[in-house]
């Protein structure tokens, strides 16, 4: 864990915007997240901008059947068992450092993002001294993805492998190209994983907290060990400790609807905060629309006031608390009207500069 990070109360954007142009996307990058600035996902501009398409691009045995607009992995092919020694070897040359000029081959290309080269452009002229990157969860990922036979790729060890090491290329592209753009910008990497929220639940009852550990870990390390800082989002009930033990520098939540449940793991979250780990509250509520409509910079102070204090009741120390938290929305905007996203979006900045102005004259 990094304890020279310094991003108190500093606001960051989840991921989706609703947004039909890249210009009007990006136009809220600079204005709302200038010191952190993001890559949005347009999925109704592309499609392949989804949070799990994205990231399927150049996978080993993928096959996307236009017909039944089903997608699968399909492990049996000559293609198949060549295109997995070729990303075993890559992956091993890559993390190695003998051949980093191979991570271009697992891009995010302009296919499947509209927003990264206009993010690049954005770091080569403002020199932020954080960039925010993303992929979906390798759990994630894994329990959505199945093979030919309809079974979930998490259960079959090589296609476990494939996502976790597909997944920690991609994230390593995002850092290469980041730290290209401007050498003194340190990328945040988050890993978006909505489905550890179900873990223990029926879906996934043969699934042990370890092995979901395991995999997030390793994609988490090998994030930290290229110079970048890694962050767990999750937007529903979660098992905080997952985050804790995956070693991530920050953990990102729904704060407006789930702070309480966050501090049943005060224990586990003090330790994390001692050792320079980040909380960012997702306390602008872009997952309740009413409540978003309803929102005012006053209702979003009030609203941290009352999340940090559940921790604070548990005896956490506030100057340490507030020390280490940053402001987001509770997840992505895309699903909202562009006029709701902008709103969570000044909000998201409204509040931290609100809160970073409180601490400045207490």
């Given at each position: 864990m990094n304890k020279n990070i310094d991003l108190q109360l500093n606001c960051m954007a989840i991921g989706s915007l609703p947004h039909k142009d890249i210009e009007s996307a990006m136009q809220i990058v600079k204005t709302n997240f200038s010191q952190i600035p993001f890559w949005p996902q347009l999925a109704k501009f592309n499609k392949n901008e989804d949070m799990i398409t994205q990231f399927l691009e150049n996978m080993p045995g993928l096959v996307i059947d236009l017909e039944s607009e089903k997608i699968y992995l399909e492990s049996e092919s000559d293609k198949f068992f060549?295109?997995?020694?070729?990303?075993?070897?890559?992956?091993?040359?890559?993390?190695?450092?003998?051949?980093?000029?191979?991570?271009?081959?697992?891009?995010?290309?302009?296919?499947?993002?509209?927003?990264?080269?206009?993010?690049?452009?954005?770091?080569?002229?403002?020199?932020?001294?954080?960039?925010?990157?993303?992929?979906?969860?390798?759990?994630?990922?894994?329990?959505?993805?199945?093979?030919?036979?309809?079974?979930?790729?998490?259960?079959d060890e090589t296609l476990r492998e494939i996502v976790v090491k597909t997944l920690a290329l991609k994230a390593l592209w995002q850092i290469k190209e980041i730290k290209k753009a401007n050498p003194s910008t340190i990328p945040i990497i988050f890993i978006d994983e909505p489905s550890i929220s179900q873990l223990g639940t029926s879906a996934f009852i043969t699934i042990t907290k370890d092995e979901v550990i395991e995999i997030i870990k390793t994609v988490s390390d090998l994030i930290k060990a290229s110079g970048a800082l890694s962050a767990i989002h999750c937007c529903g009930k979660c098992d905080w400790?997952?985050?804790?033990?995956?070693?991530?520098?920050?953990?990102?939540?729904?704060?407006?609807?789930?702070?309480?449940?966050?501090?049943?793991?005060?224990?586990?979250?003090?330790?994390?905060?001692?050792?320079?780990?980040?909380?960012a509250w997702g306390i602008v509520p872009t997952l309740d629309k009413d409540a978003l409509e309803l929102a005012d910079i006053d209702l979003m102070v009030a609203k941290f006031d009352e999340a940090i204090n559940y921790l604070l009741k548990k005896g956490i120390d506030k100057s340490l608390l507030l020390k280490n938290s940053m402001i987001t929305p509770s997840c992505g905007a895309g699903s909202l009207t562009v006029e709701l996203a902008q709103k969570a979006m000044d909000l998201t900045q409204e509040l931290s500069l609100r809160l970073k102005k409180q601490i400045k004259e207490s």
């Open positions: 060549e295109q997995l020694e070729n990303l075993f070897l890559d992956y091993e040359e890559i993390v190695s450092g003998e051949n980093i000029e191979a991570l271009d081959k697992y891009a995010v290309t302009e296919k499947y993002s509209s927003t990264f080269k206009p993010l690049l452009e954005i770091i080569k002229e403002t020199k932020p001294k954080y960039a925010k990157g993303q992929i979906v969860g390798p759990f994630t990922l894994c329990t959505t993805l199945v093979n030919k036979e309809n079974k979930c790729a998490f259960y400790t997952i985050p804790i033990e995956c070693g991530v520098d920050i953990i990102n939540f729904d704060g407006y609807a789930f702070a309480q449940n966050l501090s049943m793991f005060a224990q586990e979250l003090k330790p994390f905060l001692e050792n320079g780990g980040i909380i």
